[in-house]
Structures are given as C-alpha cells and as structure tokens.
Nanobody
C-alpha cells in the first residue's frame, strides 16, 4: 500500500512561514486529488487545501490567501506553503487523497507562537 510521510513542521512565530512536504511511496498523483488536512488539539481533523490531478486548487476560508498547495508528480510529493501563520494554525498537519483512501501518516506538528 502507498505510504505517506509528512515533514517540514516546526515552531514559528506568528507572521512566519513554513513549507510542508508530503512524500508518497507510490505513484498515485496522476490519478487522485491530494489534500492537506490538519487536526488541532481537541478538534476534528479538517481539510485545508486540495490539489486535483488537473491542477485545480481549493482552500478552506481560514487559510485562503495565506496557504498554497502544489504538487510535483515526478517526485510523488505534495507541498503546502504556509505564510502569515497565526496561532490558530497550530495543529498536526497530514496529507491524504480526497476522498481519503490511504492510511494516515504520522503527520507533522506546526506550532505558531503569538
């Protein structure tokens, strides 16, 4: 089964930036929409960004204009560029297909300090 490995998280001050990466062990990117999800403490996991195989992108209202999702099919990798980070962006970030069909990876922790 294809496995997903997220990386790139860390501790950053409000207003800062991070770039997350999601590497897949198999070639699914030409067939599936890929999304970035996040789960904050005590909250349900939510979808924040989607990139379809055709290149269309959509974003949750809470991150629109600040986050950018992109994909490199040759590298089987999806990225999430996060700018103007806010404390409310603090969460564990995961990638997966849309709809979700793969096992979840370990995620990458993003902590934004005020």
């Amino acid at each position: 089964q294809v496995q997903l490995v997220e990386s790139g998280g860390g501790l950053v001050q409000a207003g800062g930036s991070l770039r997350l990466s999601c590497a897949a062990s198999g070639s699914i990117f030409n067939l599936n929409a890929m999304g970035w999800y996040r789960q904050a403490p005590g909250k349900q996991r939510e979808l924040v960004a989607v990139n379809t195989s055709g290149g269309t992108t959509t974003y949750a209202d809470s991150v629109k204009g600040r986050f950018t999702i992109s994909r490199d099919n040759a590298k089987n990798t999806v990225y999430l560029r996060m700018n103007s980070l806010k404390p409310e962006d603090t969460a564990v970030y995961y990638c997966n297909t849309l709809p979700v069909v793969l096992s979840w990876g370990q995620g990458t922790q993003v902590t934004v300090s005020s």
